[in-house]
Structure formats: C-alpha cells, structure tokens
C-alpha cells in the first residue's frame, strides 16, 4: 500500500477511552482529522479512567489480588460493551496483566516491575480499541510504544525517578519516521505513558505522561500537529473554577504555553511541549465534545503579542529570608547559603536579593511537610545570617510576553497588590514571568479581581481576537444578552447631528428614564438622589427630578444650577456632600434648607457658629475604598474623604457641645464597584454605628454603582443588589436607606460624536485622529478608562484594521482608545461615536488647546 509520509499524533486521555461512545468519537475523529490534514493518523491513548490508580495501588502492595480481579472484570465488561468477545480481544493481555503477579518480583515490588505492572493499563486500552476500532469498518494498526519511545538518560535523578518518571530521549533517531511509515494501516493506535528503559525494561513517563509521549512521537515524526483532544476547551487566562470570565486563549507561542503549564494551568503536561518546541511541531488542545470550539493552539508563529496571557495561583509557597550585613560585597555568600539548600535537598525557585537581604522560595512539595528538613535548614543557615521562615505563601504570577514594557499599564494591579504584603516580587530575565508571593491567606478571592484589573487596564488584551477567544462563562453558559445600545437603531440621527458639528454629545433621556425607575423600583430603597456630577444638563436635571429622584449636589456652583433650573424643588430634595469646601459654601447651603454633609472635627472647631444648633449627616470613611480606579476610590488612608472611624466618637462628642443633630450617617467609598454585595456590607456597617450615634434616621450607601463599559463586561446584577439591600433592611428596618447613585443614571444615555480629522501611519502604528480627545472626555486619558469607539458612518463594514484612537491635543496621553478594530476605510470626515460618554464626560471636559467645549444635543 502506498504510504504517505506526514503523520497526525492525537492523543485521547482517560475520560475519552471509557464509554463505547468514546471511541466512536475516537474513530470519527481520526478519520476526520486524517482527510482533513491529508496525513495519516496515530492516535495515543492513556487507560481506561482509574485503572491507572488501581495499578500504582498494587504497585503499592495493597489488596493486590481484589483489584486485580476488579481490573479483569472491569476490562471485560468493557468488551461487552463494545461487543467484543473479550476472550479473543484481550484474553493474551489480561493473562500478562495477571501473570505479573505469579513473577517472582511481585515480593519485592522493584521499581522495574511496577512500570511493567503500571504499562498494563494503556497497553489494555490501546488493545481493546483497536479490536472495537476495526469491528467499526476502520482500518487501524497497533503498535507498542516501547517499541519506538526511549527514556532519556538524565545524570542526578533518582533510581525511582529513572523508571517511573522518566523524561523522554531527546535524540531524534535517524529514519524514524520512514520506519514508523512502514506500517502498513493507514492509521495506527499506541499508547501513552509508556517507553523503553535503556535495559530494555519498561519505564513510565509520570503521571499525565501521555501527553509526552503523544508529542515525542509528533516531534519524532515530524508531525502536521500533535493534537490534544481532552475534556476542556483548552489552557485559559486564569483557572476558570476560580474566575469564570477567564478566557479561552486561541493561540499561544511554546514559551508562553511553557509558562503557562508550569504554573499553573494543569491541562498539558509541561514536560509534553520540549520536544514539539524543539522538533518546530505545532500543538493544539481541544475538547472531545465540544470540536467546534477554537482549542488553544501552540505554534512557533504565533505573533507575538505583549501582554499578559494568563495568570496563576499556587499555594503551598516557602519563602526563606535571610538577613545579613555581612553579604554586602562579600565573595561566595550566596554560594554558601545555596550549597545549604543543596545539602538539604531543596530546590530554589524565586529568588530576590537586596545589599543585605536573600529571601528565596520553595516550591511545595511532600518533603517540605512531612519533614522536619526546613528546620535543619533554618539552623544550618542560622551560622551565616538571621533566617526567617515565612509560610504558608501563596506565589501569584502573571505570565505574558513583553511582561517589561507593560510595568507602566500595571500600576492599578501594583495597587491590587498594595492593599497584601507583598514578599518578593521576582520577574524571570526570559521577559515572560512577574511572580508576587504573599501570604496565603491574602490571596483568597484575588485572582478574579486582578483578572478584571488587567483586563481593565489593558495589560490583557483580551480583544486581540488572534489570542483571546470566548470566556468559561460564555463557553458554559452562552454569550450573555446585554441591552442593545440605542444609539443603533438612532444611527441616521445622531448622523445628521453629527453633521452640524463636532465634538457633540448627545444625550437620550428615555434611557435616563429607565434607569430612574430601575432606582425607584428597588423596594429596600427608601430615598435616591442623583448625583449631578456625573451629568448637569438641565434636560437631565429635569428628567431625573421629573422621575421623583433628590439630586446631591457637591458644590454651591451645582447648588445655585439645580435652582436656577428648577425653581420649585423643595430644599428638602437636595443633598450637599462637598468636600473641603470653603466656610461660606456650607454657610449658603444650610441658609438654602438642603440637608448638609460634613466629614471631619477641624470644621465644627474652625466654624462652629456655623453649624451651631444645626441637623447635619455626617460622612464616614469606612477604612477601605473600592471602584474601577485609584483615583475615584473615596474610602481609605489615602482617600482625603470621610471622618477615620477613630474620631467618631470625638465628633459626637463635639457636635453634641454645638447642639448639633446628627440626623444621618453617609459612606461613599468609590465609583465603578462591580461587586453587587458591597452596599450591602456598608449599610450594615453603617447601621451599627447609628444604633449608638442616638438620632439618626437615614442611612445613605453612596453611589458608585457600575456599568459595563467593555463588550465583555456584563450587566450590572441589580437583582443581586437588590436582594443584598432587601436582606440587610429587613435586619435593620430602623432607618431610611439613601443611595445617590451618579453613572448608572446616565453614562449609557450619552454618546459622543467625533469627526475624523486625519489617519496616519506611524512606526507600523495607524492613528485615527479625531476633533476631540481628552479636551472632550477626560476618562481614558486620566483613567485609562475604556469607551466602545465605533465608526458611525461605516458600522456596517467589517471592524478589520487596528488602530489608535486619538484626539487633537497636544499630549501623548490623549489617547481615547488602543488597538481598537474599525473598518479599515475608515477615512477623513466619517463619524466615529464614543460610546457610554453621557456621564463624566461633558461635564469633565475643557478647554485645554484653547479647543471649543463639546456641544450637547438631547433626545427626547
Ligand atoms: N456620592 C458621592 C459623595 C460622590 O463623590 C460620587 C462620585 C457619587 C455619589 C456618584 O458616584 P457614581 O455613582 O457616579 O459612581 N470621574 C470619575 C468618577 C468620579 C466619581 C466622583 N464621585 C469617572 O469618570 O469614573
């Protein structure tokens, strides 16, 4: 027959060879995959599942001859299954399986005894598969792996390490694959795990070894591909059981894949991509019954995109520091300190070193905790330098290519990281790696929240579609339905607005509408007021009090506005929550009626005819902030609002000598939180307080509530913050609830038109250029703040070419947008829209450049 020379290598793990159906799937694919790379086809296959831990059982001596048994009837029902007569099928096999235990050796259990006892289980596998393969029609050989893998020679291992996790040969033997080829089946079955011992024995490759051995052949044979066919869609950003929004990544370099089974993801085995990297063959992962997904493909060409590709936790850590004067400048220190580790047996992994400080990690292993190794380490140690032992550590890492010219995006993980105590921080000189140790017990529930801030930030750049596929959640779940935007279907209109002129921003006050009602739908809410900050347009003023909301206002400047525009509402309806505001503002509010906030002692001591006899709400920082950035977290050391819990009690006591009346008690501890719980937590927190500050009646949680502002983000769970509020009430009915929420009235009723001035090719950088930039809306620019940027006049074209988005101000930083997809015709004078621009936006920008205000449009 005459033979090909390209070859496919599959590999199906456990889970994959355990049902009849399996193997239809497997035989399907094979005869898929072969048609469709037009190369022959071996598929590897591990043991049937849990027959391998069965195996390593009677290795370990236990109840050898019930499981023995269970193995044989396991395996025949098995054939049954398939409708093979097992005698014929694997009668031979079972009987070697079971004569290992009349060989003389089964007394002493050696070490090359078990790897042949271990081999039985894919030996059985790949046996009975092939015999149901052909029974199928499908022209299949069989081979023995031991026949074709080689176990490497590696000097300083163990005996035990030698047999039963040994490292494959690196030689590539000449002509191998013209004999491999020589098989006369078109596609062939093997095994995985298993290879040739240099005695001619049997050796096992470790535990997830057949991924190694699927590759050696792929490397061996020069392979298409070595295709990983496993019950996941494929390696991701982050351990998606831990952060559902981790996303799939489509295509990823060997080193990055490298990095990335290393430490953390446990989907490829990381001994598996050395030779595939080495022999130039690509890898992919996909999933056995979801085909159609993407996979995780690993290839030499992949771009090589700077970013961070993944993050990973592993616990367990052993820092060691070691403190010494005596290092500084001194020959050989540290090849003392390490000739210790070596003495005892450990292997370093991190290192970070100052003038008088060593501080290492060790990875977690059984040593470290069934011993007492780390003790006699500490002692030796002790002769040279002060040793501290800090555990248990948790090492979080970030790995991504070009890891050091993305330090400047990261400051806002830095801050993530800010609020733990950060041990060592080491970044690997390959440009790959940026390790944080900390203790364990701070990294629980860090890894979602550094994801969302990377993602945020842009050091993951999860739209490069080339990298990042669809996240776990949309994967498990389905994409989830957000609100189409309005301005779609307002498209021809916000044209023709666009076309008297640009930078223009154009509000849609039925969504503030809607928004307004979402508010007063929410039982547990007693009062809301509309944080005018975000958005004073008069139209907008008048919608929100128009709806029935109060309006919190921040300044005598917005104070004298919302009068001006509405007249009629009642003082009572108005909130003033300034900050360091000049004595004559909160003189002018209280003289209006508005209900004052204050936040500190200084201005009861500084002014107290002011506020003499007066009924105020008092703002507290809670001692943490949260929200979407740095800059607009309110709460917190380094936040300059609120009265420090500390002095709470010298407030009462000042304001009770001034007749004053605290009639509530306020907490707004940043803007953009996404976490539904986090009102619930600051009314309770707040509600405690008041049952002891004696006359307050209302409790108000701030505002700060999220929108979802990138195509990934979802909807904020208003369910979920309703049902938190709605819980926390019923505990604490004593007081009115108050929130004063800003963005999540008005940031998507408002978009901002540009026009394109001029698209420029610079470096391998195309820039589109538009009339208005940071001068027009502030948020990337001050908080790298991502807005949807869509071209208006061509949104039916593909969105194909990257660009920057930029405005015309005379800064590096005005930057409305990076690596953004628009149409690549995308031209002169077309209308580019920013989208969820309607708060903070207008109300932000300025005239920097002596560029014009934006204008402002409503729809009705
Ligand atoms: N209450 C107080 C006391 C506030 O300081 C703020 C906002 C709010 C309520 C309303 O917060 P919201 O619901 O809008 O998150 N310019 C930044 C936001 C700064 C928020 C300042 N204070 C941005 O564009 O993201």
Known sequence: MAQGQKWLVLKFGGTSVSRRDRWDTIGRMAVERGAATGARVLVVVSAVSGVTNELQAICEGNDVHARMAALVDRHRAFCEELGLDADAALGARLAELQGLLDDPRAAERPLPWQAEVLAQGELLSSTLGVAYLRSQGLDFGWCDAREWLQAGQVPNRSEWALRLSVQPSREIEPGFAARFSSHPSPMVLTQGFIARHADGGTAVFGRGGSDTSAACFGALLGAVAVEIWTDVPGMFSANPRVVPDARLLTRLDYAEAQEIATTGAKVLHPRSIGPCRRAGVPMAILDTSRPWLPG???????????????????????????????????????????????????????????????????????????????????????????????????????????????????????????????????????????????????????????????????????????????????????????????????????????????????????????????????????????????????????TVAGEGLGLECVSLGELQHVFATLPELPASRVLFTPSFAPRREYEAALAMGVTVTLDNIEALQRWPDVFRGHTIWLRLDLGRGDGHHEKVRTGGVAAKFGLPLARFDAFLAHAHALDIRISGLHA???????????????????????????????????????????????????????????????????????????????????????????????????????????????????????????????LEDAATGTFEVVGPICESGDVLGRNRQLPTATAEDDVILVADSGAYGMTMANTYNLRALPAEDIIE
């Open 668 to 794: 707004h501890l940043g803007s953009g939180i996404d976490d539904p719980r986090h009102w619930r937590e600051v009314y309770a927190h707040l509600a405690g307080l008041a049952d002891t500050a004696g006359d307050v009646e209302a409790i108000d949680i701030g505002g700060g509530l999220p929108i979802p502002y990138t195509p990934d983000a979802q909807d904020f769970d208003l369910a979920a913050w309703r049902a938190g509020l709605d819980e926390i009430k019923a505990a604490c009915p004593r007081y009115a609830l108050v929130v004063e929420p800003g963005r999540y009235l008005v940031a998507q009723c408002g978009v901002l038109l540009l026009s394109v001035t001029q698209v420029v090719e610079k470096d391998g950088v195309h820039r589109v250029g538009c009339d208005g930039g940071m001068n027009a809306l502030m948020r990337p620019a001050l908080y790298d703040a991502w807005h949807g940027i869509h071209n208006l006049s061509r």
């Open 296 to 542: 995780t493909r690993i290839d030499a060409s992949a771009s090589a995109v700077p970013g961070v590709k993944a993050i990973s936790r592993r616990d367990g850590v052993v820092l060691v520091s070691m403190e010494s004067i005596g290092m500084w400048q001194e020959v050989g220190f540290l090849s003392d300190i390490f000739a210790l580790f070596k003495h005892h047996g450990l292997s370093v992994d991190l290192i970070g070193s100052s003038e008088t400080n060593v501080t290492i990690s060790l990875d977690p292993s059984d040593n470290l905790v069934t011993s007492n190794v780390l003790e006699a380490l500490a002692t030796d140690l002790a002769r040279v330098c002060r040793v501290k032992v800090i555990a248990p550590c948790t090492g979080i890492t970030l790995v991504g290519r070009g890891m050091r010219s993305l330090l400047h995006r990261l400051s806002d993980v830095w801050a993530t990281f800010g609020r733990e105590r950060v041990h060592l921080i080491s970044q690997s000189s390959n440009d790959l790696n940026l390790t944080f140790v900390i203790d364990e017990a701070d990294a629980e529930g860090l890894l979602p929240l550094l994801h969302a801030e990377l993602i945020r930030s842009g050091a993951m750049p999860v739209l490069d579609p080339g990298v990042f596929g669809p996240s776990w959640r949309e994967i498990e779940f389905g994409r989830p339905q957000r609100r189409e935007p309005w301005w779609i279907a307002a498209r021809g209109d916000l044209l023709a607005r666009a076309a008297v002129g640009t930078p223009r921003y154009v509000y849609r006050l039925e969504t503030v509408r809607e928004r307004a009602r979402e508010m007063l739908a929410t039982t547990a809410v007693d009062r809301c007021y509309f944080a005018i900050k975000a958005n004073p347009h008069p139209a907008i003023l008048r």
